[in-house]
Structure formats: C-alpha cells, structure tokens
C-alpha cells in the first residue's frame, strides 16, 4: 500500500506561480512512475505531467508534459524526501482544476486525494 499526501494547491492570479508536493509513503525507487493529473468541472481527468524510468539516484529519467503546459509546467522529484513536485509559472485561468498525484508500484495505480488549484483574478 502506497499513502500519497498532495501539498500546494490554492489560489493564485492569471501568470502567477504554484508549486504541488507530493508526498509518497514509500521510497519512490520502488516506484514505476510518477506524475500529476488534473480534472477540470465537466471535464475527463487527463495527464499534466510524469516521470518513468529513473532508476537510480543520478539519472533524471524520462519525463512527458501535456502539449498545454509545456514551457510552463515542470515535474521533478526528490529522493531523499520521496516526493515529487510540480513547478507550475505562468499560470492561466484554463489551468484551474484539482490535481492529482498518481503512482504506480508494481503495476498498482495509486492516487492522492487532489488538491484544488484556482487560477482567477
């Protein structure tokens, strides 16, 4: 069983900056992949952005962005702290949704609870 604890969500103005944590309850090298996924009112839940493949403590691994944030959004994670972050600048109303961290371990799909961002004058 993987607990995910999901930080950083709020309010923030059109073009301002946030940064989502997520907190995974195991080592993430026992992990598969990482990522954030969000879901916006009336809307399907779709991929913001994931890591796969790092391995070890030095290699990044390989990283995929939603065409929609690329240049804006960016996903990393930190080893020691088993967490895994998302630097989101330039942010847009359109951005507003609740996020999520999903992780995979051993072929099991583990979400956190979502954390609400709202991007609104």
């Known amino acids: 069983q993987v607990q995910l604890v999901e930080s950083g969500g709020g309010l923030v103005q059109p073009g301002g900056s946030l940064r989502l944590s997520c907190a995974a309850s195991?080592?993430?090298?026992?992990?598969?992949?990482m990522g954030w996924y969000r879901q916006a009112p009336g809307k399907e839940r779709e991929l913001v952005a994931r890591?796969?493949?790092?391995?070890?403590?030095?290699?990044?691994?390989?990283?995929t962005y939603a065409d929609s944030v690329k240049g804006r959004f960016t996903i990393s994670r930190d080893n020691a702290k088993n967490t895994v972050s998302l630097q989101m600048n330039r942010l847009k109303p359109e951005d507003t949704a609740v996020y999520y961290c999903?992780?995979?371990?051993?072929?099991?799909?583990?979400w956190g609870q979502g954390i609400q961002v709202t991007v609104s004058l």
């Open positions: 999903k992780v995979v371990k051993n072929r099991v799909v583990y």
């Open positions: 195991v080592s993430i090298f026992s992990l598969n992949d």
């Open positions: 890591i796969t493949n790092w391995g070890t403590t030095t290699y990044a691994g390989t990283t």
